[in-house]
């Protein structure tokens, strides 16, 4: 494949609409396989997912054109999965199986579009909402960050002429090049890319993931973006999220329900996956009460993945949990993908290196790091958390504690209420940049 000379594409699209997402497959591996379920399992179900800036200073609607938006959300819902796609759903090997989703699903899937979206703007932000069966709103929260990150990218180096542009991406890249050299420098690294939400534009995440293949051969183990592993021939890598635990525990008809709905998603997850799937994901309402009431064949899972804990203090308690449960944590695997950069990744893996399986899921400092790249300081060049994240379900209100209070989400009440129910153990905030 070419090489795309990105400042020279940035500088030359005047065309009326350069599409952002081109594909439905421009998504992250874990959305297909949670829509399989949800599909199986849950169709009826309705829900809303929210878009969340945390960054509040940052005053979205101020720096992107509401119509070149809408045109951008219009677009991903005019898509629809191509016959080449559905043939590589279809016959490529994931995770060791080739069956992974059934013919039935992908009949299915062959007719999906994205529903209709709501869009205002309020006190400089936007209020982006999609509602509708959770078996297709699901499949928004992805194109819908990384169409707003881009756009924001665009707006940032819009006065920039060809030279500047130059300037920009060939810092971005030497600086990339840089991480990759000292990532070399760990030999059993096992790395995979998990940047498609808030990467800086599609090209740069195809460029950044193809300097990993390059620069760390076998160590990168694949990427989570469906159409970029399609396309570089890598494996196409993740699990389940967030969202999962949050609707069933917003549908409980009761307090117990709702405290056993986290151990319900697994069960649920195991009668579609198993394998290398089976990676529970604790902290939606926090680790510790996640641990303290799991069910013993939950320490039987290939791994965790400790999300919003810092990796070293999460991977420690996980540790520890596994001993307590009679496990030997060498026969295990920990997830890390919570805000990392080059510094964290060195820091676990010199940490836990010999004492557990390790990998790490690296996204937004892998593909929206342009922080020093510019000739002249241009604070939209920065990434900002930006989430889509479900707030309510079947007509209740879903809430996300986490393990640091600055991600969760949903109303005050309601974060209250979840509280008394889990309890508020181990949960420490620390800031959120990406």
Not at 51 to 74: C, F, M, P, T, Y
Not at 322 to 345: A, C, N, Q, T, Y
Not at 389 to 399: C, E, L
Request: hydrophobic share 40%; proline share 6%; with cysteine.
């Amino acid at each position: 494949m070419p090489k795309t000379d990105i400042a020279r594409r940035v500088y030359n699209h005047t065309w009326k609409l350069d599409p952002i997402v081109r594909s439905l497959l421009d998504t992250d591996f874990y959305k297909l396989l949670m829509l399989q379920m949800i599909w199986g399992l849950y169709p009826k179900v309705q829900v809303t997912f929210s878009l969340i800036n945390r960054k509040r200073s940052v005053r979205l609607a101020d720096e992107i054109d509401e119509g070149e938006l809408r045109a951008q959300l219009d677009h991903a819902r005019s898509l629809r999965f191509s016959k080449k796609e559905m043939i590589w759903l279809a016959g490529n090997s994931f995770y060791g199986s080739r069956q992974i989703f059934s013919p039935e699903f992908l009949r299915w899937l062959e007719d999906f579009r994205l529903p209709e979206y709501r869009l205002e703007q309020r006190n400089g932000q936007f209020e982006l909402t999609f509602e509708g069966p959770w078996l297709e709103t699901t499949m928004w929260e992805i194109p819908a960050l990384a169409i707003i990150n881009e756009l924001r990218s665009r707006a940032a180096l819009r006065d920039y002429g060809p030279f500047a542009l130059d300037v920009v991406y060939a810092r971005a890249k030497a600086k990339m090049w840089e991480k990759v050299e000292r990532l070399k420098l760990l030999p059993e690294l096992r790395i995979s890319d998990f940047g498609t939400r808030r990467r800086h534009s599609f090209l740069w995440q195809r460029w950044c993931v193809e300097a990993l293949k390059e620069g760390l051969g076998s160590n990168l183990t694949g990427t989570s973006n469906v159409l970029l592993a399609m396309d570089t021939d890598l494996e196409a890598l993740g699990t389940n999220a967030h969202e999962l635990p949050m609707v069933l525990a917003a549908i409980a008809p009761s307090e117990a329900a709702m405290r056993a709905a986290p151990y319900q998603v697994l069960e649920d997850w195991e009668s579609y996956y198993g394998g290398n799937l089976l990676i529970v994901l604790p902290d939606a309402f926090g680790t510790a009460a996640f641990l303290r009431d799991a069910p013993d064949w939950v320490a039987d899972w290939t791994g965790v993945r400790p999300d919003s804990a810092p990796a070293i203090e999460g991977g420690e308690r996980i540790i520890e949990w596994w001993r307590e449960r009679g496990r030997d944590p060498r026969d295990k695997l920990l997830i890390f993908s919570d805000g990392l950069d080059v510094d964290m990744i060195e820091e676990a893996y010199h940490h836990f290196n010999g004492r557990v399986r390790m990998a790490f899921g690296w996204g937004t400092n892998l593909t929206n790091d342009f922080a020093g790249c510019s000739p002249w300081p241009n604070p939209q060049l920065d990434p900002i958390s930006l989430v889509c994240k479900v707030s309510s379900a079947d007509g209740r209100p879903a809430v996300k504690l986490s393990d640091n209070p600055e991600k969760a989400t949903g109303e005050p009440a309601e974060i209250a209420r979840y509280l008394r129910i889990f309890g508020d153990k181990g949960r420490v905030a620390h800031a959120v940049t990406v």
